[in-house]
C-alpha cells in the first residue's frame, strides 16, 4: 500500500488505540527488538555495502534497506517525494590527469598549488578580469565574455569550508550566464592550503545547479599572500595559459530517504520534529595494518542511522502530539550534500520543521555519557538530559570545540536557517587518541562496538525525541545565540 502524507491516513484510524498510548520509558523498552535493531546495524555497515560511499552503486543498496524498513513499520511517504526518496542531481568530478594554469612566470599544478574542482578539459591563452568575490553586483558594468574571471574564494563572511563551496557554486553559475570561459578563485584565506590540496585532489561530488548544462572550469589556485590577484587586478598580468586535460564529469543521482509520522493532536501535529543522521560514508580507501581497505563506518555513522530507523518503528506505534519527520540523509562526508539540498529544497515547509535532532558521530570513549553539540544552547536541554538519564546516561556539552564539529554536520544546515539543531552523538570527554583510532579508519567496526551502549544510546534518542515532540512549548534558541536572528525571520517572532 503507498502511504501518502497529508492524503487521508487509514493507518491512524486503524491503529486509533495507540492514540491513548502513554509513551516514556516503558513503552520504548516494550517496543524495542534489540536482535532486529542490531541487525540492521550489522547491514549497515557490512563489507557488502564497501563502506557506502555516495559515488559508489552499493549507497543505493542502503538508501533501499532504509526506505524497506521506513515503509515495513509503517511511516508515509511525503508528498512531493519520489516514493520514500528525495532524489538529488549530483554532478562527479575526477581530477584531471594534468592541470597547469601560468601566470607570467609562475606555474601552478594540479595537486601542488592549483586544484581543478569542475568542469571539461580547455587549453589555450585567456585574458583576465579580476572580479573581487564574483558576486551578482560586481558583474556590474563588467564584461567578461571569452575571459576568465578571477575572484578571491569564499565571500564576506563566508569561509567556513561548506560556505566555501555552496559560494563557489554560485558564482561559477554566474561566471558562465556572463559569458566566461573559466572561473579561478584565489585561494587567500586563513585555512591552510596544504589541508584543501589534500582533501581536495580527488574526486569530488557537488550539487548541480547547471540545470543538466556543462560547466565551465573552476580553479582554485593557491594565492595566499595576495600576489598574483594584486598583478592581475593592476594589469600587470593580463592572461593566462592555461591546460586541463583528462577531466573526468558525470551525473549522479543521491537519495536522502524520508518519511513522516502524523501527530495525534490537532494543532501541534502540523509542526515537525525532524529525526536525521547521514547513512553514508567514505567507502574503500587506502588499506590498514591489516590489509582492510573498506572503512564500514560502524560509528559514523551507522549507529545513528540505526536510531532513526528505530525511531520509525517506535512512532508509528506509539505516536506523539507533533509530527515526527524522518530523513536519513547522503553525501555529508562529501560536505553536507544531502541535507544542505533538503534545507534548500523542503519537502515540509521549514517554518513547520520546530527542531532537528540530528546524529553524527566520530566515535566514543564513555558509555556513561551522551555529548550533545550544541547541548547548552536551545531551551529544551533539561528534556534531553532528563531523557538520556532514565537510561542512566548523562548528557554532556561538546568537550572540544577546537574542533568545530557543530559546523562539520547536518545540523549546521539547519541551524543556518533557524531551525535549533543539536547533534546527539555518542559519549567522548575529549576528542583524543581514542576516537581517532576509529574515526575514518577502517576499524569502526560493528564487532568492536559495544552493543549494550548502543542499545542504550537508541532507546535514549527515542525518548528524547519523544519529550521533545510531546513539550507544550516549541524549542527555542537560548537568547542571544548566533541563530536567533534567523529563527525570527522563519518563524516570525
Not at 592550503?193 to 556543462?214: E, I, M, Y
Not at 540530528?358 to 553539540?373: E, L, M, Q
Not at 544510546?457 to 541563530?483: C, F, H, M
Request: hydrophobic fraction near 40%; include cysteine; charge should be negative.
Amino acid at each position: 500500500m503507498k502511504r501518502t502524507y497529508l492524503a487521508l491516513s487509514l493507518g491512524l484510524i486503524l491503529s486509533s488505540s495507540s492514540l491513548f498510548a502513554q509513551g516514556g520509558k516503558s513503552a520504548i523498552e516494550a517496543n524495542f527488538h534489540e536482535r532486529e535493531s542490531i541487525s540492521h546495524f550489522r547491514y549497515l555497515a557490512s563489507d557488502e555495502l564497501m563502506g557506502r560511499d555516495p559515488i559508489r552503486p552499493e549507497i543505493d543498496a542502503a538508501a533501499r534497506y532504509i526506505a524497506e524498513q521506513f515503509w515495513k513499520y509503517g511511516a508515509q511517504e511525503i508528498l512531493g517525494a519520489n516514493g520514500y526518496y528525495q532524489n538529488i542531481p549530483f554532478r562527479l568530478s575526477a581530477p584531471p590527469t594534468k592541470g597547469e594554469v601560468r601566470l607570467g612566470g609562475n606555474k601552478f599544478s594540479q595537486g601542488d598549488n592549483l586544484l581543478v574542482l569542475d568542469g571539461p578539459s580547455i587549453n589555450g591563452e585567456y585574458e583576465l578580469i579580476v572580479m573581487g568575490y564574483g558576486l551578482e553586483a560586481d558583474y556590474v558594468g563588467k564584461d567578461v565574455k571569452g575571459k576568465i574571471v578571477v575572484t578571491n574564494v569564499g565571500a564576506p563572511d563566508r569561509l567556513t569550508p561548506s560556505d566555501l563551496f555552496a559560494a563557489g557554486r554560485e558564482k561559477l553559475s554566474l561566471a558562465q550566464s556572463n559569458g566566461a570561459v573559466a572561473l579561478i578563485e584565489m585561494y587567500n584565506i586563513p585555512s591552510p592550503w596544504n589541508f584543501a590540496a589534500r582533501t581536495l585532489n580527488r574526486t569530488q561530488l557537488t550539487v548541480d545547479n547547471t540545470g543538466g548544462k556543462a560547466s565551465i572550469p573552476y580553479i582554485w589556485l593557491s594565492d595566499t599572500k595576495n600576489e598574483s590577484i594584486n598583478a592581475i587586478g593592476k594589469g600587470e598580468i593580463k592572461s593566462a595559459n592555461i591546460e586541463v586535460i583528462g577531466k573526468i564529469n558525470r551525473d549522479i543521482v543521491g537519495k536522502n530517504v524520508v518519511a513522516v509520522i502524523e501527530g495525534t493532536d490537532p494543532k501541534l501535529k502540523n509542526e515537525f520534529i525532524m529525526l536525521s543522521a547521514h547513512y553514508d560514508h567514505i567507502g574503500v580507501g587506502r588499506p590498514d595494518a591489516n590489509g582492510d581497505s573498506i572503512y564500514n563506518g560502524a560509528r559514523d555513522n551507522a549507529v545513528g542511522t540505526v536510531a532513526v530507523i528505530n525511531a520509525a518503528r517506535y512512532f508509528a506505534e506509539n505516536p506523539p502530539k507533533r509530527s515526527i519527520l524522518l530523513c536519513a540523509w547522503t553525501a555529508e562526508e562529501k560536505g553536507l550534500l544531502g541535507s544542505r539540498y533538503f534545507a534548500d529544497n523542503p519537502l515540509i515547509p521549514l517554518d513547520q520543521i520546530i527542531y532537528n535532532l540530528n546524529i553524527d558521530n566520530g566515535g566514543y570513549n564513555d558509555t556513561s555519557i551522551i555529548t550533545v553539540i550544541g547541548f547548552g544552547r536551545t531551551s529544551v536541554d533539561p528534556l534531553i538530559a532528563e531523557a538520556t538519564a532514565q537510561f542512566g546516561l548523562e548528557t554532556i556539552a561538546d568537550p572540544s570545540p577546537e574542533q568545530g564539529l557543530y559546523d562539520r554536520s547536518d545540523n549546521v544546515n539547519f541551524a543556518g536557517k533557524g531551525i535549533p539543531s543539536p547533534t546527539f552523538s555518542l559519549g567522548f570527554r575529549a576528542f583524543d587518541d581514542e576516537i581517532n583510532k576509529y574515526y575514518h579508519q577502517p576499524g569502526d567496526q560493528v564487532d568492536n562496538f559495544d552493543l549494550d551502549y548502543a542499545v542504550k544510546y537508541w532507546k535514549s534518542y527515542i525518548l528524547t525525541a519523544e519529550k521533545i515532540a510531546n513539550n507544550p512549548a516549541r524549542p527555542v534558541w537560548q537568547a542571544g545565540d548566533k541563530y536567533e536572528e534567523a529563527a525570527k525571520a522563519l518563524y516570525g517572532n
